[in-house]
């Protein structure tokens, strides 16, 4: 999921928010909720009124207005199609949201009947009991069938299906047009060559991270890890092994942290730097690559490099090979408690449609999670090609558990890469260690 800074709580807005965003950064404003949250064995409505007031949550953006007006037309035409129905939209932000969730799952009577959230806690909230099983009712729709896989597994515990996604976010490599010109460098085509250019404009500007990264940035490094066949843990359901220690895994995170030190980007500035920062790095002229998202389009735009930067998917071990990328994003799930299922599995599919997407795409920039109509807004926006081919080329998600939260709200990984770049532990001992802890949390969910 990603995450430029959000209006304030309290910010006036009527009808209908987030974006795709990184995803670590979501994933931990969201932790409180998962971890607190009680679990319920059933949290029903136990009726399905046709008529009445829907209430719907959905995330505040920077820029709210467009997303409002693109949520509010959809809304009215939903409005006309069920007499006897209005639709009352909260936005809420993202940054205070967990408390929120907590008591809506603890009180049937205060939560929506439908809302927007970050696909990396689907699991929790089904473990929490808050979410519906929609199975039945998205099997049965006919849009569904182009949803992108991975997307699709993002609403997707134990082989039932909890809502439908919303807009998918995915990274790739921004590299520097004038830079590379200067240099006469070639646009990396293997990792091997990413690290070497890395090293390369280093070398040459040393006022330069050659390749900005981050020993906090999680989800910049995986694709070190899954490129080279590494896996985070292997399972299903809440019975998940970390595979973090394997020797596929390590070799991806000895590829990564290759890329710490003086020769490209300092440990003693760089261990901290989470994604954001990295973009920072990059927007703001200070280096020649980064991995962002095309959801960082915007920052990267404001910044002192626009017009001298250009992106291509991030490579993998071989020519022609895309490293994967994990799908960050967001879904739209109807709750449990509410008492109008019918009107809101209606509406979630309203929301989450092809239509609305493709216009939430014009209006916010959110990728749409249909294989279709992704590849119609790519010619609308060259610039999104590079993502577009990065999706269609597989990506990767987190352990479908709810024990994810827990691991990644204590950093487990991101403790791992630290320790490594600072010289503490080796790959060997910081992965191992990193393992045990996974092992702990996903025994404890049960």
Same mark, same amino acid.
């Given at each position: 999921?990603?995450?430029?800074?959000?209006?304030?709580?309290?910010?006036?807005?009527?009808?209908?928010?987030?974006?795709?965003?990184?995803?670590?950064?979501?994933?931990?404003?969201?932790?409180?909720?998962?971890?607190?949250?009680?679990?319920?064995?059933?949290?029903?409505?136990?009726?399905?009124?046709?008529?009445?007031?829907?209430?719907?949550?959905?995330?505040?953006?920077?820029?709210?207005?467009?997303?409002?007006?693109?949520?509010?037309?959809?809304?009215?035409?939903?409005?006309?199609?069920?007499?006897?129905?209005?639709?009352?939209?909260?936005?809420?932000?993202?940054?205070?949201?967990?408390?929120? #969730?907590?008591?809506?799952?603890?009180?049937?009577?205060?939560?929506? +009947?439908?809302?927007?959230?970050?696909?990396? $806690?689907?699991?929790?909230? *089904?473990?929490?009991?808050?979410?519906?099983?929609?199975?039945?009712?998205?099997?049965?729709?006919?849009?569904?069938?182009?949803?992108?896989?991975?997307?699709?597994?993002? *609403?997707? !515990? +134990?082989?039932?299906? @909890?809502?439908?996604?919303?807009?998918?976010?995915?990274?790739?490599?921004? @590299?520097?047009?004038?830079?590379?010109?200067?240099?006469?460098?070639?646009?990396?085509?293997?990792?091997?060559?990413?690290?070497?250019?890395?090293?390369? #404009?280093?070398?040459?500007?040393?006022?330069? @991270?050659?390749?900005?990264?981050?020993?906090? =940035?999680?989800?910049?490094?995986?694709?070190? *890890?899954?490129?080279?066949?590494?896996?985070?843990?292997?399972?299903?359901?809440?019975?998940?092994?970390?595979?973090?220690?394997?020797?596929?895994?390590?070799?991806?995170?000895?590829?990564?942290?290759?890329?710490?030190? +003086?020769?490209?980007?300092?440990?003693?500035?760089?261990?901290?730097?989470?994604?954001?920062?990295?973009?920072?790095?990059?927007?703001?002229?200070?280096?020649?690559?980064?991995?962002?998202?095309?959801?960082?389009?915007?920052? !990267?735009?404001?910044?002192?490099?626009?017009?001298? @930067?250009? !992106? !291509?998917?991030?490579?993998?071990?071989?020519?022609?090979?895309?490293?994967?990328? =994990?799908?960050?994003?967001?879904?739209?799930?109807?709750?449990?408690?509410?008492?109008?299922?019918?009107?809101?599995?209606?509406?979630?599919?309203?929301?989450?449609?092809?239509?609305?997407?493709?216009?939430?795409? +014009?209006?916010?920039? =959110?990728?749409?999670?249909?294989? $279709?109509?992704?590849? $119609? *807004?790519?010619?609308?926006?060259?610039?999104?090609?590079?993502?577009?081919?990065?999706?269609?080329?597989?990506?990767?998600?987190?352990?479908?558990?709810?024990?994810?939260?827990?691991?990644?709200?204590?950093?487990?990984?991101?403790?791992?890469?630290?320790?490594?770049?600072?010289?503490?532990?080796?790959?060997?001992?910081?992965?191992?260690?990193?393992?045990?802890?996974?092992?702990?949390?996903?025994?404890?969910?049960?």
């Amino acid at each position: 999921m990603k995450f430029p800074v959000r209006l304030p709580a309290g910010f006036p807005a009527r009808r209908s928010a987030r974006t795709a965003a990184p995803i670590a950064a979501l994933v931990v404003a969201v932790l409180t909720a998962t971890a607190c949250a009680p679990q319920t064995s059933d949290n029903s409505g136990g009726t399905d009124e046709k008529s009445g007031t829907l209430r719907v949550w959905l995330f505040q953006e920077v820029a709210n207005e467009p997303k409002e007006k693109v949520v509010e037309a959809t809304v009215d035409a939903f409005e006309k199609a069920h007499e006897g129905t209005k639709v009352e939209v909260e936005y809420i932000p993202v940054e205070t949201r967990a408390q929120k #969730i907590k008591a809506a799952f603890n009180d049937p009577k205060s939560a929506p +009947d439908l809302m927007e959230y970050g696909n990396t $806690d689907t699991a929790g909230y *089904v473990k929490d009991g808050g979410l519906a099983d929609v199975t039945q009712e998205f099997t049965d729709w006919n849009e569904a069938k182009d949803t992108d896989p991975t997307a699709r597994q993002s *609403v997707t !515990v +134990d082989g039932k299906i @909890y809502g439908a996604p919303f807009f998918v976010g995915v990274r790739a490599l921004y @590299y520097r047009t004038d830079v590379f010109k200067e240099l006469d460098l070639e646009v990396p085509k293997t990792q091997s060559e990413l690290i070497s250019t890395a090293k390369e #404009i280093r070398q040459a500007k040393p006022e330069l @991270y050659g390749l900005a990264v981050g020993g906090a =940035f999680t989800y910049g490094a995986m694709p070190f *890890v899954w490129s080279n066949g590494g896996e985070i843990a292997e399972g299903k359901g809440g019975s998940y092994a970390a595979t973090i220690d394997s020797a596929a895994a390590q070799k991806g995170i000895k590829a990564y942290t290759s890329l710490f030190g +003086d020769d490209n980007c300092p440990a003693a500035k760089c261990a901290s730097m989470g994604g954001n920062d990295t973009i920072t790095a990059f927007a703001s002229g200070k280096a020649g690559m980064a991995i962002g998202g095309d959801f960082n389009h915007q920052a !990267v735009e404001a910044g002192s490099v626009k017009g001298k @930067y250009a !992106v !291509v998917p991030l490579p993998g071990l071989k020519s022609g090979e895309i490293a994967p990328a =994990f799908a960050g994003g967001n879904n739209i799930g109807v709750l449990k408690s509410t008492s109008h299922r019918t009107l809101a599995v209606d509406l979630m599919k309203q929301l989450a449609s092809k239509k609305t997407q493709g216009e939430l795409f +014009d209006a916010m920039g =959110f990728l749409p999670t249909y294989s $279709d109509v992704r590849a $119609d *807004v790519a010619k609308k926006e060259p610039f999104v090609e590079p993502f577009v081919q990065t999706l269609g080329a597989g990506t990767k998600f987190v352990p479908a558990s709810p024990a994810w939260a827990e691991i990644d709200a204590s950093l487990v990984l991101p403790t791992m890469f630290q320790e490594i770049v600072s010289g503490k532990k080796d790959v060997a001992a910081a992965s191992k260690d990193a393992a045990t802890k996974m092992n702990a949390v996903f025994s404890s969910a049960g």
